[in-house]
């Protein structure tokens, strides 16, 4: 079993739900099944906008390569 790996609209997405909610990074690091530094890590990317941008750059990058 390979690890997984999410793409930056479910991560900014769920970063943007936990600040929203006021969630604690324990409990949805838990529930996601992710070590909470991972949970942390983006929402630094979050805070990064550069960060974002390469991260959405390589999935659309993804994508496509995917359609070949």
């Not at 390469?54 to 999935?59: A, N, P, Q, V």
Request: glycine share 2%; aromatic share 8%.
């Amino acid at each position: 079993m390979g690890r997984k790996v999410y793409d930056c609209q479910f991560k900014m997405a769920d970063v943007q739900l936990m600040l929203e909610e006021n969630l604690l990074v324990k409990d949805v690091a838990k529930k996601l099944s992710i070590h909470p530094n991972t949970l942390y890590r983006w929402i630094n990317m979050k805070n990064n906008v550069r960060k974002v941008y390469l991260c959405e750059r390589k999935s659309n990058l993804k994508t496509i390569y995917d359609r070949l």
